[in-house]
């Protein structure tokens, strides 16, 4: 009779780990990767809200450059507030450049007004250099839902997670 850890099952038990662990570390090099060559610490973003509507919608994956020197105006720039880890894509209305900074007033081509009220508390213009992730160059429209059906449903993470360990399990010889 066999024990339930023989050699050949330790071994197809370690061969998975290592898998699992090389797609994660992939992908991990691919993001990083890409952050380097946009210069942009995400360089891919879905959007959340209607506010660009209808240019973009709810669930389009944004593509990012941030290696353009300056920004202009009607360019859609992605950009982090203050004290808020909330990726904001927005257009530009107006533009402030002196020779060591460049200032951005955004606005939501659905929305009514700029967005002054979304800066933090006294903040009356972008940075560019400090606030800004980067400017749209690309977009898919759609797919970006699959990343709001899991981060607005716990549920959802934890069905996939589950039919992941089933599937796997289910795969084992």
């Known amino acids: ?37 946009t210069d942009s610490p995400s360089p891919i973003v879905v959007v959340l809200s209607g506010s660009m509507e209808p240019a973009f919608q ?4 944004l593509f990012l450059w941030n290696r ?5 105006v009607g360019d859609i720039v992605v950009y982090n507030v203050k004290g808020r880890n909330i990726p904001i894509v ?3 209305m107006r533009n402030h450049v002196s020779s060591s900074q460049q200032l951005l007033l955004t606005k939501g081509d659905n ?24 400017a749209v160059k690309g977009y898919v429209p759609w797919i970006g839902y699959v990343t709001i059906l ?18 796997a399990m289910v795969q084992r010889e």
């Open 68 to 72: 353009d020197s300056h920004v202009k």
């Open 150 to 167: 899991l981060s607005e449903n716990p549920w959802a993470k934890y069905a996939l997670l589950g039919g992941m360990g089933l599937l």
């Open 1 to 37: 009779m066999l024990s339930p850890l023989s050699g050949s099952r330790i071994r197809q038990t370690l061969l998975n780990a290592l898998n699992f662990s090389l797609v994660l570390t992939t992908a991990y090099m691919f993001w990083k990767g890409l952050s380097i060559v």
């Open 58 to 61: 709810r669930g389009d994956i």
């Open 90 to 92: 927005h257009r530009v």
């Open 111 to 134: 929305n009514a007004l700029d967005d002054v009220d979304l800066y933090a508390y006294k903040q009356y213009y972008l940075n560019r250099e400090q606030e800004v992730i980067g």
